[in-house]
Nanobody
């Protein structure tokens, strides 16, 4: 009954930018923390960023802080990921996901198993 659909991926040269969007169905979107994860070929899914249900706080993987920005618009049931200064190692399928508990921020935010709904992903390819 909950669906997440990512968009905005594509091909970009190193140093370029992309903005990903994740559109969520359902009336309870604003009750949940949301996250972005990514998975490159041959690698495990890894945490990228998260934002609290109210949008008051954001969290980032240490290696990405300063380049990526997560935001949300609860009125539009959408979460965004602004990606700047992209590097070839950023190439991956990017997924948005919903945290498994409402109106709560429970650390750590980085665990795949603590997110219960996932989108199909959008491919981001960064050329060198």
């Amino acid at each position: 009954q909950v669906q997440l659909v990512e968009s905005g991926g594509g091909l970009v040269q190193a140093g370029g930018s992309l903005r990903l969007s994740c559109a969520a169905s359902g009336r309870t979107f604003s009750n949940y923390d949301m996250g972005w994860f990514r998975q490159a070929p041959g690698k495990e899914r890894e945490f990228v960023a998260a934002i609290t249900w109210s949008g008051s706080s954001t969290y980032y993987a240490d290696s990405l802080k300063g380049r990526f920005t997560i935001s949300r618009d609860n009125a539009k049931n959408t979460v965004y990921l602004q990606m700047n200064s992209l590097k070839p190692e950023d190439t991956a399928v990017y997924y948005c996901a919903r945290r498994d508990s409402p109106r709560a921020t429970i650390f750590p935010m980085t665990l795949v198993r603590r997110y219960d709904y996932w989108g199909q992903g959008t491919q981001v390819t960064v050329s060198s």
